[in-house]
């Protein structure tokens, strides 16, 4: 068996992380902040796949709520193979209209959250040894800027920031053989229902923009973080890898 935590799980590259990675002998331990009717119809895909789920709400803002989503799942379960840290927001304000708030927020929810993660979840991956993974989701706004691509400047600084926690925790975990990755979606599909800011036209003219000319979805950046957790992926760490179109050519 294994014990799989995906935090941002009710909806997104989370809900699709969480559908790629249903089957047998799979534990999903599925978080949210708050939309539990989300999270448990994610829950009713998994289960039909086959896997066990736990369901776990809680603001990975606030410092303690990390540790206490890897308490639930190791008592529960006795182990932890996976992580995948994904939960975040978007935040577009410029420098200037964005303040020392916005900054603390976009780290504290997801710079500070896959620290506390993966501090908590850290002796019971080295336990689970080759099979431990960590997978934290980042994203091409901590890459791409300039050439007419909008720029996110605090959500930026807190996902480049996250793939520096992750790079350091790779070199401290290979020696067990437990890896650390991150995946970097381009921009991707909302889904059906969603909230969408962008009106038609703005979409259209970023699409444009893709060299791929389209949006990704969620389904291909649940792809890449699947196999980053499979046995198949065991000698690939310390890499943020782009699921985005060619945004970062």
Sequence with gaps: MRVIVITGASSGIGAATARALAAPHTTLVLHARKNRSGLEEVAAEAKAAGAETLLVEGDLAITGTGARLVEDATKMFGRLDVVVSNAGFADRRPIGEADRAALDASFASMTAAFFDLATAAKPWLIKAGTGGRIIGVSSFVAHAFGRGIMTFPVSAAAKAGLEALARALAVDLAPSGVTVNCVAPGFTEKDAGAHVAAPREAREKIAAGIPMRRYGTTAEVAALI??????????????????NGGVTL
């Design 226 to 243: 699947a196999f980053l957790a499979s046995p198949a992926a065991g000698y690939i760490t310390g890499q943020t890898i782009h699921v």
